[in-house]
């Protein structure tokens, strides 16, 4: 069958070992992950030193991927709407100090303390849209309007005071979306080809549709049953601001480059949305505007990754060595940080750290365990028959957890794709919880007895 066979092509600029490398780990993961399809480009300052495009873009029509093939962005595009939202302000169209319920007078639950900038660092403590019951069928129902998902996100309560935390939610970029809209005038695409896309030559970045009809757009796929099936469709309509851009990778790999050498705003504008946020407390997230600022493997990156129900992607921009990645898969619930992180550790020449397991007792193995609170869920560790365990409701993971010293431990089957950082203490009281190449913030919950 189709599926089985292994379509790869790799344009390598300079023969260098470490390309070879890259390509070698491209090819490997595709396998290993049974992926349906795989795109790959990076970038060396402006130069492209590296495309793979493995596999298919349509397992039925037998159509492999190629450099034109469109694929879904997920929440990668948050990106492009918060340089949006700052050059608009730049232009002084709207404030990022200005309360949101300014432009967004009909909502409610707003309150005036929360500003345009708690949308765009996910301070704002609006709860997650994909939390809401009323939301949920919006996705699934590609009847369901526009006008629709405005009244749902009417709806979304907030659950802490502003600037109190971090928390990711998807509802305050579609919030921003609309008020772009309102400010401009135009639907938000409209105004990001104007602004970016057109200007800068990224002919494939468009709104995606509800269901992919032509040859360059790639079909998004589940696996299931140990196989890959065609994804369910999402009504595009109601994934807006959040997500819901497409592009190939190569016009990823040069928005990156783009964005982060301050093509796209002006540096001032890019110094904000690549300043981690300060709570009002005085810690500090790992979070810009729409770009993680976590260092996994110890070299300064910015990124940041997208999940739709076909779609994983990762855009990563390496500022010491001007290394851009950009991995596109067509399949829902990949950690493609795994294989960004392992194909850029060869390419800018940082070693893999030492993740040996270390045996924990059975005091230590309690110390950790319990339920804490990330904001958009409630995530839990476990004991099975003398194994930690993380659990996460989906579409979240689940995983066996291996120590690795100093209270940090990662997925023990892949190690790149998420790891947790307990605080001191008996119990830990708090964690940090790497996934998606950003950083999640927990706090223990105590549960009645």
């Known amino acids: 069958m189709f599926a089985t066979v292994l379509i790869t092509q790799a344009c390598l600029r300079s023969s260098t070992p470490a390309l070879r490398d890259a390509d070698t780990i491209a090819s490997r993961e595709h396998r290993a992950r049974h992926l349906p399809g795989l795109s790959i480009v990076i970038l060396k300052g402006d130069d492209t030193i590296f495309e793979g495009m493995y596999g298919a873009a ?78 949920q069928e919006g996705f699934d129902n590609l009847s369901r309007t526009r006008a629709e998902l405005v009244a749902a996100i009417r709806k979304a309560p907030v659950d802490v005071a502003p600037g109190t935390r971090w928390s990711y939610s998807n509802t305050n970029y579609t919030m921003l979306a609309l008020i772009v809209e309102r400010v401009t005038g135009k639907p938000y695409e409209d105004v990001l080809t104007e602004q970016f896309f057109r200007p800068f030559n990224l002919r494939s970045m468009r709104q995606c549709p509800s269901i992919q009809t032509t040859p360059v757009e790639a079909r998004g796929y589940e ?77 300064r990156k910015i990124a940041h990754n997208g999940a739709m129900r076909g779609f994983s992607a990762s855009a990563a921009y390496y500022p010491d060595t001007e290394t851009t ?66 659990e996460m409701p989906q579409p979240g993971p689940s995983f066996r957890l291996r ?20 605080s001191d203490g008996d119990p830990a ?20 007895q």
């Open 403 to 422: 120590h690795i010293g100093g209270g940090r431990f990662v997925d023990d089957e892949d190690v790149d794709a998420s790891g947790l950082r307990f």
């Open 58 to 135: 349509d397992l039925g029509g037998a159509v492999p991927v190629s450099m034109d093939t469109v694929l879904q962005l997920g929440s990668i595009g948050k990106q492009f709407l918060a340089a949006l939202v700052v050059a608009l302000a730049a232009e002084g169209k709207l404030s990022l100090d200005a309360p949101a319920s300014q432009y967004l007078p009909d909502f409610p639950l707003l309150t005036p303390e929360i500003r345009v900038r708690h949308l765009l660092s996910h301070t704002s403590g609006i709860r997650e849209l994909f939390t809401l019951p009323e939301a």
């Open 223 to 299: 696996w299931r049953n140990n196989t890959n099936t065609i994804a369910a469709p999402e009504n595009m309509e109601w994934i807006r601001g959040d997500g819901g851009l497409c592009g190939n990778a190569r016009d990823l790999a040069r928005w990156t480059r783009l964005l982060n050498t301050g093509k796209i705003v002006k540096p001032d504008q890019y110094a904000a949305m690549t300043t981690r946020t300060r709570l009002v407390d005085g810690s500090e997230a790992d979070y810009g505007f729409a770009l993680s600022l976590v260092q996994p493997d110890g070299a």
């Open 325 to 390: 990645v950009v991995v596109l898969v067509n399949r829902g619930d990949v950690r493609t940080e795994s294989i960004e992180r392992a194909i850029a550790r060869r390419i800018i020449g940082v070693p893999e750290q030492n993740r040996t397991a270390q045996q924990l007792t059975p005091e230590q193995r309690q110390r950790v365990i319990g339920t804490y609170d990330i904001g958009i869920r409630q995530v839990r560790v476990f004991d099975r028959d003398g194994q930690l365990w993380f």
């Open 429 to 448: 009281q708090s964690m940090v919880f790497y996934m998606g190449a950003m950083h999640w913030y927990g706090k223990r919950v105590i549960l009645r």
